[in-house]
């Protein structure tokens, strides 16, 4: 059965003040190539001409199998990388330029929060490495402690937390700065399935009151097509893009779009999508 498809872009939610990045931008992608060396030290291709456009305020999924290139890609567009051919682009400027202003956020599936530090001061991470003073973020810091839902817990250690509150802790510190971009790679990968849902209908909120542009990686059919406006299914040998496939679900998106047959109709198509790749 088809899938269902949207031509547009879902817009993003109404926003909340003190939250939403001041500034949307969108990111692009344009030809990207990155060459590594193999184990044996003969080169290969990680990407291949990978092109993509992420309009400002879009969800947008990877999916693809091991190795296909999706953490690299999101490397470069983070500036942490620089692709060998092609160019990756925030707002229309280098993704470092982006990242020195402090409109990139990063949120990985190793929350890698610092043991000694609070909450709060795990939140204001960023801050310090972009030497901006925490005084004036003070009342941004509690807002989103009480965004990512950790109300009374500002004062806690990580290690009285649980793995859930952890990553509601990182998803706080890579909204911190006010990015206008978001980059998530695998983060609820180590939750289990109950907490992961709960996880996605607060990132489905949080996406929304925010208005930044997302780029989320996953290896889990159902997370990607329950956040994303579009579903980017990539190819391994070299990494490419296979296939891109609307979601078009009205938001917001609740508990009962995971029991609607369109829904599995989707998830089933980008399955199949996923699995053509597999063994392309
Ligand atoms: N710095 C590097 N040097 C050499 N090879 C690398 C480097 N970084 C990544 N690779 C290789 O590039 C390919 C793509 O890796 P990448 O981590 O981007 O894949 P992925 O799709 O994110 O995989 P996974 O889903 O397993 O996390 C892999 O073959 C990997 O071994």
């Known amino acids: 059965m088809a899938a269902p498809r ?3 872009v879902a817009p993003p939610g109404p926003g909340a003040p003190g939250i939403r990045a001041p500034g949307l931008r969108a990111l692009s992608f344009r030809a990207v190539g990155r060459l590594f060396r193999g184990p044996d030290g003969a080169p290969f291709r990680a990407l291949d001409d ?5 309009p400002a305020g879009s969800f947008t999924a990877l999916i693809g199998p091991s190795g296909c ?4 890609l999101l ?4 500036g942490l990388d620089a692709p060998d051919e092609g160019e990756a682009t925030i707002g229309g400027a280098p993704p470092r330029a982006a990242a020195r202003r402090g409109e990139i956020g990063v949120a990985f599936q190793d929350p890698a929060l610092l043991p000694w530090r ?5 939140i204001a991470l960023p801050l310090d490495a972009l030497g901006r003073p ?4 003070k009342r941004r810091i509690a807002d989103l402690i009480r965004l990512v839902g950790l109300d009374g817990f500002a004062e806690a250690r990580p290690a009285q937390l649980s793995g859930g509150m952890r990553q509601r802790v990182a998803l706080a510190r890579a909204l911190v700065t006010e990015p206008q ?3 998530l790679d695998e983060p609820f990968g180590a939750l289990d399935q109950i907490l992961r849902r ?3 209908l607060e990132l489905q909120r949080i996406w929304r009151e925010t208005g930044a542009t997302t780029l989320l990686v996953t290896h889990a059919v159902d997370e990607a097509a329950f956040l994303a406006d579009r579903v980017v299914v990539m190819a391994a040998g070299p990494g490419r893009i296979a296939s891109v496939v609307a979601a078009p679900f009205p938001r917001p998106r609740g508990a009962a779009l995971l029991r609607d047959p369109a829904f599995h109709a989707l998830c089933d198509e980008i399955g199949e999508r996923l699995f053509g790749a597999r063994a392309a």
């Open 118 to 122: 609070s909450v709060a001061e795990n």
């Open 134 to 137: 925490r005084g004036p973020a």
């Open 69 to 72: 290139g999706k953490s690299t």
């Open 75 to 78: 490397r470069i567009a983070t």
């Open 198 to 200: 709960q996880m996605n």
């Open 181 to 183: 971009v978001l980059f």
């Open 50 to 54: 990978v092109t993509l456009d992420c």
């Open 6 to 8: 949207a031509p547009d």
